[in-house]
């Protein structure tokens, strides 16, 4: 794969098997990816922006770098999924980012930060599924048929609602254990696996106050101790 710099006025860029890609362009709306990556970073000089709406289109990616927004401009990501295989991002760079809505036949997995504290809504619909970490402002609504797996760090204060599918799994990674005598996960419905993540060290669940489950996954994890399920 070899490295991309694109300066365009156009308002679309497919990549395939692409290396470290630069896109700079103050039209750019839509954006494909597929194959093998080195990271893609966008640059809108405009100001104020007039594209903040980015229709992302991902077939059988694997990206370990990530896609970063430079000036934080776009608000809304709109992925549509595709291939005969998961796409796996690391992770998406913007912090103006409040919407992501994914769409279409195949998982994806991000696997580190999604925007920031301004994301608010994510949604999924279709054969999709997203496997993502949610901050503690973020709502998650799945209306569709693939699988999801969310990973939370503290007991949710928006609406998680997953699928209702025998693999839909809400993962517990935060490195203390949820306060005792509360609801655990906080406002979550429609997972049937919980999964028990790497942070979890020395910590005890009170199966009382998690039901609705059908199935555990406990995660790789170095940490030393003991996790009880009581």
Do not use: C
Request: glycine share 16%; aromatic share 4%; no cysteine.
């Amino acid at each position: 794969a070899r490295e991309i710099s694109v300066r365009s006025y156009s308002s679309s860029v497919s990549l395939s098997g692409y290396g470290v890609a630069t896109i700079t362009d103050n039209a750019l709306t839509s954006l494909s990816l597929a194959g093998s990556g080195g990271g893609v970073t966008i640059t809108d000089a405009l100001a104020p922006a007039t594209a903040t709406t980015l229709a992302l289109a991902v077939s059988g990616l694997t990206d370990a770098v990530g896609l970063t927004d430079t000036n934080n401009e776009i608000s809304t990501i709109n992925v549509t999924t595709a291939g005969s295989s998961a796409s796996k991002l690391a992770s998406i760079t913007d912090t103006g980012l409040t919407t992501l809505a994914v769409s279409g036949t195949q998982q994806l997995v991000i696997a580190g930060a999604t925007g920031g504290a301004a994301l608010t809504t994510v949604t999924v619909s279709g054969g999709a599924g997203l496997g993502i970490t949610l901050g503690v402002g973020t709502s998650f609504t799945s209306t569709g048929t693939g699988t999801d797996i969310v990973t939370i760090g503290a007991a949710a204060t928006k609406t998680i609602t997953g699928n209702g599918t025998a693999s839909e799994e809400i993962v517990w990674n935060g490195a203390a254990a949820p306060a005792a005598g509360t609801n655990y996960l906080g406002a979550v419905s429609g997972f049937k696996v919980l999964g028990v993540g790497g942070n979890v060290a020395n910590e005890t669940f009170d199966l009382s106050k998690i039901t609705g489950f059908s199935g555990l996954d406990v995660q790789a994890n170095a940490n030393a101790g003991t996790i009880q399920l009581i």
